[in-house]
């Protein structure tokens, strides 16, 4: 076990690494990252930064990947304070590693840290502990087409007390885990369940924050999205069921022939970087972004007149992937048939996909380098 000092590159936080004595050999390697499919398979290491009322943001480690001892009584385990993020390293043609606009994952994170009482980690400490992480698990960011290593940075609240309050004491992890191709053997387009009966996040509540929560609630209705045959539920407005919100786990965007991209903007939804960055490529191609409150009615009338010629979700697992209907037991709203190279969608994957694989030139400066 060796445990060198590196010198942070932010101000006075010292990094320590400790190599995981126990790590995969090579070959071990290479066979879990055969096909490593989506969140089962974990690097060697991972990273902890500790965060206390007194003492702030301190003691960043890089250390073997393993179970996090917990008290009972901690926080998170009773009132669920807690967040994460979700971004990709990409393996490029030239074998160095690159992250898609990690600063952007950095800052929602603050923003669902300021909607969670939770303490903000600065996006330097952010963006150097990804860095950290690839520089001991580089082996791990595998390098066949689409395949990524997945990041997953979280904090919770591990102060062992049961009053209800902001905790003093909080932890920042970052995992890793290699993923596969979403789709391996072509796109297929999604089919939607849409949800009536339940909501994820109301006006003032923490949709706009990427917490456990919104996750926990989505779960029955991602669930009856399943036994209807369904990939993906489609989650309407709490308040009246008129609007669109968004997917359990991406976001929506409907295309109109007269090249309008337009998507819900609601303040109960997550800011998606994939959607940010699909508008600004849109934006490019002389589309124009509406980004406004959606009905389901304007989704249909829109269908029905041929205005809204493609529907897709997106979110950084799948990227992009075009939807072919929604439904429920009271609607059906059939997309129209378009053939794979005719997709505007398609092409807007095409090439977000080539700038985070360094395919097509980055023009607007999104990557960020994670290793040599
Ligand atoms: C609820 C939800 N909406 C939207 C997104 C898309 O966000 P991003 O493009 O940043 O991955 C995600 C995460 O992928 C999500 O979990």
Known sequence: MTINLLPMAT??????????????????RAELLKD?????????????????EKGGWHRPRVQAYGPISLDPAAAVLHYAQEIFEGLKAYRHADGSVWSFRPDQNAARMQRSARRLALPELPTEYFIESLKQLVAVDAAWVPNQDEASLYLRP???????FLGVRPAAKVNYYLIASPAGAYFSGGITPLEIWLSTKFTRAGHGGMGQAKTGGNYASSLVAQAEAYEN??????FLDAEEGTYLEELGGMNVVL??????????DSDSILEGITL????????????????????????????ESGDIVEAFACGT?????????????????????????????????????GIQYGRVADRHGWLVKLSA
């Open 276 to 303: 940010a960055s699909i508008m600004q490529l849109a934006t490019d191609r002389g589309y124009t972004v509406e980004q406004r409150r959606v009905s389901l009615a304007e989704w249909r009338d829109g269908v």
């Open 255 to 264: 295309l109109t022939r007269d090249k309008k991209l337009i998507t819900p």
């Open 154 to 160: 979280f904090m919770f609240a591990k102060e062992a």
């Open 36 to 52: 490593p499919g989506f969140g089962k398979v974990f690097t060697d290491h991972m990273v902890d930064i500790c965060w206390s």
């Open 229 to 234: 045959g369904c990939q993906q539920v489609l």
């Open 11 to 28: 101000q006075d936080l010292l990094w320590q690494v400790t190599r995981n004595p126990a790590a995969k050999t090579d070959a071990e």
């Open 317 to 353: 697992a799948a990227v992009i992937t075009p939807i072919a209907v929604l439904r429920n037991n009271d609607i059906e709203i059939r997309m129209p048939d378009v053939a794979d190279v005719d997709r505007v969608s398609l092409s807007l994957r095409e090439e977000l996909t």
